[in-house]
């Protein structure tokens, strides 16, 4: 009986080297049939088959060929060119511009100017032996008034430091301090000069006398 199983077990042996190719392969699928299949659950293994997908050199129909690149490359290097030319012309237009504005604002002081020094070519123009004190005087408070409406066009205006004011060292400049009755101490007692102002800027401060 055994010398019959082992002859049994050579025939299968033979049987099953001298089949078809394709019969075999068949019965292996038919073998791993019931073996669980190994089913990804996990995104990571997903990630790593991407990664590896991409590591996998291409092909070079699917690479840009040169002429590809040297294309792209020129188009940005005409794109750069063009921004850098409008960069510079927005440049030079601007300090056109600015030197224009400046340009500009000294025309304009100059034309209103230009009355003032009339005024003085006619108070100048008067006989010394037919005009009065009071005649200079008033002629001295026209130009005045007359210079400070100029001043006044370009925002300029004038800074008076009342009496008992506290002074503020933005828009006075104490000049010496002195006693006075019934003021507290830092106080403007006087004003020596007035001041000037260019909109919120102080373009000269009040000179002033400031209580002790």
């Known amino acids: 009986m055994a010398r019959h199983r082992a002859d049994q077990g050579w025939v299968k042996t033979m049987n099953e080297s001298t089949r078809n190719p394709d019969e075999a392969d068949a019965m292996k699928h038919a073998e791993h049939a019931d073996e669980p299949r190994h089913i990804i659950n996990d995104p990571g ?116 430091a009342e009496v008992g004011c506290e002074f503020d060292p933005n828009l006075d400049e104490a000049l010496m301090r002195q006693p006075v009755e019934g003021l507290d101490p830092d106080r403007i007692a006087q004003q020596l000069q007035p001041g000037y102002l260019l909109g919120d800027k102080t373009l000269r401060p009040a000179k002033v006398a400031v209580t002790e």
């Open 45 to 160: 293994e997903l990630e790593a088959e991407d990664v590896l997908e991409d590591a996998i050199p291409r092909s070079p129909a699917d690479q840009p060929s040169i002429e590809a690149v040297q294309a792209e490359r020129d188009e940005l290097k005409e794109k750069y060119l063009r921004a850098l030319a409008d960069y510079q012309n927005f440049s030079r237009r601007s300090v056109q511009n600015i030197e224009a504005a400046r340009e500009e604002t000294r025309m304009r002081m100059a034309k209103a100017l230009i009355p003032v020094m009339d005024h003085f070519d006619r108070a100048l123009e008067f006989d010394p032996d037919k005009t009065t004190a009071q005649d200079v005087l008033e002629g001295v408070r026209i130009v005045r008034d007359e210079l400070m409406k100029v001043l006044e066009q370009f925002d300029v205006h004038r800074l008076e």
